[in-house]
């Protein structure tokens, strides 16, 4: 396959007259940072209520560096300098490889600068995490069954804050790990690491299933070296967010696809992908926007009948299991006022979740999404279609910004180019778990399944800037990672 022609840079004035607000949204998220650390840290220390340590992230202020630290630098280093072109010269189906190895590479390398056990053999093991409660499933139907029973704080052998606080698939997942033999919290620190790796392969093929292979290869650098990795290595959100993601992947790829069987079988791969993620985070019930978003975008529902009946998979077999998924969930309501919740003031939080965006999303993600906003309202009054030319106003005033054109590959069958609409669609759904009051700290793990989209939007950023972003993501995550221990 022929190399891929660079992306043009596009004329000089246009970069610079936007590069200036690209800063000033990038500066905007941190001082958005600085005022919820400060603000929270007197708060916590003034009465507790926070349950953070370092609000607004769970951490410590423990400055360190550990075995993974040489491999850290070294993986940014490369990326940075070699990423982009690497992107570019890539046969397609070599680079979403590519970037999930070097998402690996990034993840567990940031992960073991805390060391092998405390960076991931025992980061699944504590006393609120998943593999404690994993001897209670030997007889797993039985288990089911009652599960709704021990939700509550104050109930009988109430499970412990994650079990309680997630669907049953979440358990279930490593108890299935247990039974295969790969019990323990080695394994399933390398299970969510790798599984949640994947997460940029699967954006990449998203991007390139609505028409956007060029912004696919030009984000995909950014969602390699994303400063979210610091949580994906090792938490189970990281694998709910690759469940997540690859569920989108299959719905771009059945509303796309070209021939009857291809758009059956990704469709009901989606579904079943999207049964599993509600099933494993009630917080992914809001898949639902970028699913809609996605949809309307391409102009078809064709792939929905087929979808919906591979979303039905999951609940009907946890339900026949005895599940009772609505009733944990009108319990764990419960739950959460009982436990931190309940202290948690919604005031702060509202603000101190959107300050845990930019530690996991990155100061580029900041400055993409200011162009994505900006390049929203005209390209929702200009939709394209496949077949007609790039108009002058929207997305074509966005290519001669960002160097894109319709011949550099970002003409494709989405009306609104994905680069714009799934990231903006992820944000929407941030915002609505930030005001549901049901997302008060943690965020930065809890959020991984729509957080680590966000750095697409690099995509938009101007040609000769995207290298000094591309590096300053990478900065921020081995600040992140060496200055504080995070308890995910």
């Given at each position: 396959m022929p190399a891929v022609p660079a992306v043009p840079a596009g004329p000089v004035a246009a970069p610079a007259a936007g590069r200036r607000r690209d800063l000033a949204a990038a500066a905007a998220g941190l001082v958005l940072f600085a005022v919820v650390a400060v603000v929270g840290t007197r708060i916590e220390h003034r009465t507790g209520k926070l349950h953070a340590p370092w609000p607004p992230l769970l951490a410590t202020w423990d400055p360190h560096v550990g075995p993974g630290t040489p491999a850290a630098v070294?993986?940014?280093?490369?990326?940075?300098?070699?990423?982009?072109?690497?992107?570019?010269?890539?046969?397609?189906?070599?680079?979403?490889?590519?970037?999930?190895?070097?998402?690996?590479?990034?993840?567990?390398?940031?992960a073991l600068v805390d060391g092998w056990r405390r960076g991931v053999a025992n980061r699944l093991t504590t006393r609120n995490e998943y593999l404690v409660e994993v001897p209670r499933f030997r007889h797993a139907g039985a288990t089911l069954r009652d599960f709704t029973h021990h939700i509550l704080i104050g109930s009988p052998g109430n499970w412990n804050a994650h079990v309680a606080?997630?669907?049953?698939?979440?358990?279930?997942?490593?108890?299935?790990?247990?039974?295969?033999?790969?019990?323990?919290?080695?394994?399933?620190?390398?299970?969510?690491?790798?599984?949640?790796?994947?997460?940029?392969?699967?954006?990449?093929?998203?991007?390139r299933a609505l028409g956007s292979e060029r912004a696919a290869r030009t984000a995909a650098p950014f969602l390699v070296l994303t400063p979210g990795a610091v949580w994906v290595g090792a938490s189970?959100?990281?694998?709910?967010?690759?469940?997540?993601?690859?569920?989108?992947?299959?719905?771009?790829?059945?509303?796309?696809?070209?021939?009857?069987?291809?758009?059956?079988?990704?469709?009901l791969g989606s579904g079943l992908l999207l049964g599993l993620a509600l099933y494993l985070s009630y917080g992914l019930t809001l898949l639902v926007v970028p699913v809609v978003a996605l949809l309307w975008?391409?102009?078809?529902?064709?792939?929905?009948?087929?979808?919906?009946?591979?979303?039905?998979?999951?609940?009907?077999?946890?339900?026949?299991?005895?599940?009772?998924?609505?009733?944990?969930?009108?319990?764990?309501?419960?739950?959460?006022y009982q436990g931190a919740g309940g202290d948690r003031p919604y005031s702060y939080w509202l603000f101190g979740d959107l300050g845990t965006v930019l530690a996991a999303a990155g100061l580029a993600s900041f400055a993409g999404l200011r162009r994505a906003l900006a390049a929203g309202p005209g390209a929702l009054r200009a939709p394209r279609r496949p077949s007609e030319p790039a108009r002058p106003s929207g997305l074509a005033g966005l290519g001669r910004l960002t160097g894109f054109s319709r011949a550099s590959g970002f003409s494709g069958p989405s009306r609104l180019d994905p680069v714009l609409l799934l990231p903006c669609a992820m944000l929407l759904a941030l915002l609505a778990a930030d005001?549901?009051?049901?997302?008060?700290?943690?965020?930065?793990?809890?959020?991984?399944?729509?957080?680590?989209?966000?750095?697409?939007?690099?995509?938009?950023?101007?040609?000769?800037?995207?290298?000094?972003?591309?590096?300053?993501?990478?900065?921020?995550?081995?600040?992140?990672?060496?200055?504080?221990?995070t308890y995910w």
């Open positions: 070294a993986v940014a280093v490369l990326a940075v300098g070699y990423g982009p072109r690497l992107a570019e010269r890539l046969p397609w189906r070599a680079l979403p490889w590519a970037a999930w190895a070097a998402a690996m590479a990034w993840t567990w390398s940031l606080g997630h669907p049953a698939a979440a358990v279930m997942t490593f108890v299935g790990l247990d039974r295969i033999g790969l019990g323990g919290g080695a394994w399933a620190g390398a299970f969510v690491i790798t599984t949640g790796a994947s997460v940029a392969a699967a954006v990449l093929v998203a991007l189970a959100d990281g694998y709910f967010a690759a469940v997540a993601a690859w569920a989108l992947a299959l719905s771009a790829l059945a509303a796309t696809a070209g021939s009857r069987s291809r758009r059956a079988a990704a469709a975008s391409t102009r078809t529902l064709r792939p929905l009948p087929l979808l919906l009946l591979g979303a039905l998979v999951v609940p009907v077999c946890f339900t026949l299991a005895g599940f009772d998924w609505w009733d944990a969930y009108r319990l764990l309501k419960i739950r959460y005001l549901s009051g049901m997302s008060k700290a943690e965020t930065e793990r809890i959020w991984l399944p729509f957080t680590l989209w966000l750095p697409a939007t690099a995509a938009l950023l101007p040609a000769p800037d995207r290298r000094a972003w591309l590096a300053a993501q990478a900065v921020l995550a081995l600040l992140l990672n060496h200055l504080l221990l």
